[in-house]
């Protein structure tokens, strides 16, 4: 429990950081207050003409003001000749930070004064000039984009005036033409600029996650082929994750300058097949049922390519069914998507591994946004009646867009959750491995020298028999009181080689007599009731050197306490009815009171790690505790 307070704490802490980064990088994605005023004489479509706005139209040549006629829907009459240049002005009264004028001008040329002060004009020759003296050309072409013009702080109460051009329509002016002044927008440039930022940041952000994501995906594919492990589905991911950064940069208002018009929609293709190459990355764990994987990413691209086709105009023109193949990858990857999430459940209910961690993470996902959702309804009115509005919107027009996307999102977070985890116990299982083999080769080589000390040990007795034998002779004739005591002597010489392992599983050998060298060089009698193992138990390498390695450290642990006076530990180890038993017995030490003393920490970590590597056999562990001795087993079936 202290362990998981201390993680949750962890945790916690670590979030708080990582939430005020994003929130202050998310930020930016939010564009400032528009404060703007529409200031065009001409109406919108479908708007009704509000009046002059203040502004007055007029002409002026040689000193003579003319005031133009209005037609009562933003157009002015009255010119003397065609192509005459005509004026607008009016008194700025709108309070803005960092004013800005935005005039959509297509062919007409242009002077900007601000009172009698020239801001901006077409026509560089005419600079010198004022309101009055002005003969402005139009363009010959029309401008991408329109003008903008900032105004100097003190632009409050003066006068704007625009000189602008009129068409060469006639030699012979008629009274039915007409002047339509540009368009006009007064608004504050911070929160234009804010609006470019906003829009680039929220395409880029995305972006460069995806790329990063991208990059991630691929360097652990790299590294682990470097282990030898081949992990192809890392690679293909890594391709649905490119296909939607794809998705997101081409919703970029910049896109088609950098790149030009397509005949198609790239932001949708790429995000559709993105949806198939994502199907593709779970059919590899679907086992059984990959192939229902297979045929929904070959389903879902196909309806992207054929609507991708259509879109080119080649196959069929603009109609009801235009419409249906265009839409139809919508409707294709959403239920797609949802058989995924449906076939997800039953594979996690038939243990497979993959799976589980992508349900469970879904589950975790969708709970949390659920949450989130409530969360908002006091603290963000409207957002959460926005996001269910559109949901039922999709499913009233029976065209998932919305649910789609949420749906997209979930299906790539829980893959994502589930790769990460696989790549974890991967390398935590490598680790294991590395950890268990380079102590499999120290209980080798300390094996070796087990069997080395024995042998010598050995050859010390056989070299001394036959002395020993004259000397019993010698003793059996002139002294036969002195005979015991001798025999006595020699069979504790005999009981002190250290024994060794033979017991027919070479991994078990390795692990006991290395353990057994340990034991002897901490002084502590080992002896050995049976030695007998199949050649081939069912635990891996890992398990095994785990399982015995503990019970033998605890052991060694155990008896090489101080307050022991004699330690020892035996061993006993063979198959019954199908089944593998291994005992360990060994000393342990006792207070004065008599009592057992409490085992170290480590014990007890081992004993856990004991008990959870015999969980797949039912947990089969006995431990006895008596006084001066501690005993535990373990029980292995064999079929």
């Not at 962890?10 to 005023?37: G, R």
């Not at 959702?373 to 065209?399: K, M």
């Not at 970590?605 to 005993?631: C, P």
Request: proline share 4%; hydrophobic share 45%; with cysteine.
């Amino acid at each position: 429990m202290k362990r998981i307070m201390i993680l949750l704490s962890a945790v916690l802490l670590a979030l708080f950081p990582c939430i005020l980064s994003a929130i202050a990088v998310f930020y930016y994605t939010m564009p400032m207050e528009d404060s703007s005023y529409d200031l065009s004489l001409l109406p919108q479509d479908g708007q009704e003409w509000e009046g002059p706005k203040g502004w007055t139209v007029f002409t002026s040549e040689n000193g003579e003001t003319t005031v133009l006629t209005s037609n009562g829907i933003g157009g002015y009459s009255g010119l003397s000749y065609a192509g005459q240049t005509f004026y607008f002005s009016r008194k700025l009264t709108e309070k803005l930070d960092s004013p800005t004028l935005r005039i959509g001008t297509a062919n007409r040329s242009i002077s900007v004064f601000l009172d009698d002060t020239l801001l901006y004009t077409d026509c560089p020759e005419s600079s010198e000039k004022h309101i009055g003296e002005l003969s402005l050309p139009m363009q010959e072409y029309d401008r991408a984009e329109p003008i903008t013009i900032s105004l100097p702080h003190n632009y409050m109460n003066r006068t704007l005036t625009i000189a602008q051009s009129s068409p060469l329509v006639s030699e012979t002016l008629t009274d039915n033409e007409t002047v339509y002044p540009c368009e006009i927008t007064l608004y504050c440039g911070y929160s234009y600029e804010s609006g470019l930022i906003a829009s680039a940041t929220s395409i880029m952000i995305p972006s460069v996650l995806l790329f990063a994501l991208e990059i991630i995906l691929l360097a652990a594919f790299i590294w682990g082929a470097s282990l030898g492990r081949f992990s192809a589905s890392l690679v293909v991911l890594a391709v649905a994750v490119m296909l939607q950064m794809f998705s997101v940069l081409t919703k970029a208002d910049f896109f088609p300058q950098y790149f030009g018009e397509f005949p198609v929609d790239l932001q949708t293709m790429t995000f559709h097949f993105s949806i198939g190459v994502l199907l593709m990355f779970l059919s590899i764990y679907a086992g059984r049922v990959r192939l229902l994987f297979l045929i929904l990413a070959l389903v879902q691209c196909l309806s992207t390519g054929f609507a991708a086709i259509i879109q080119t105009g080649a196959v069929l023109s603009y109609g009801r069914w235009y419409r249906f193949f265009i839409e139809l990858p919508q409707i294709t990857g959403f239920l797609a998507l949802f058989l995924s999430i449906l076939c997800a459940f039953i594979l996690w209910h038939r243990e497979n591994k993959f799976f589980s961690y992508f349900t469970q993470t879904a589950i975790l996902i969708t709970l949390g946004y659920a949450s989130f959702l409530l969360i908002s309804i006091p603290l963000i009115p409207g957002y959460t009646s926005s996001v269910l509005s559109r949901i039922a919107g999709d499913f009233s027009l029976l065209l998932p867009v919305f649910s789609l996307k949420i749906v997209w999102v979930l299906c790539l977070l829980s893959s994502l959750a589930a790769v990460i985890i696989e790549l974890l116990e991967k390398e935590s299982q490598r680790k294991i491995e590395a950890s268990v083999l380079s102590a499999k080769n120290r209980l080798t080589l300390e094996s070796y020298e087990n069997l080395r000390l024995q042998s010598d040990e050995i050859m010390m007795l056989r070299h001394d028999t036959n002395r020993h034998y004259t000397m019993l002779r010698s003793m059996a004739e002139n002294s036969p009181e002195k005979l015991c005591a001798y025999l006595d002597k020699l069979v504790d010489q005999i009981q002190n080689v250290r024994p060794v392992v033979t017991s027919g599983n070479e991994m078990l050998d390795i692990i006991i007599n290395g353990k057994l060298a340990i034991a002897a060089e901490k002084g502590i009698h080992t002896e050995i009731s049976r030695a007998s193992a199949p050649k081939k138990l069912p635990l891996h390498d890992t398990e095994l050197c785990c399982l015995i390695m503990n019970i033998l450290d605890n052991a060694i642990q155990a008896a090489s306490h101080p307050a022991i006076s004699n330690p020892r530990i035996r061993l006993d180890f063979h198959c019954k009815d199908q089944h593998f038993i291994f005992s360990c017995e060994n000393s342990t030490a006792a207070d004065s009171s008599g009592h057992k003393k409490k085992p170290a920490p480590t014990h007890g970590y081992g004993l856990k790690i004991i008990h959870q590597i015999m969980k797949q056999w039912g947990d089969m562990v006995s431990v006895q505790e008596e006084e001066g001795t501690y005993k535990i087993s373990v029980v292995i079936p064999l079929s």
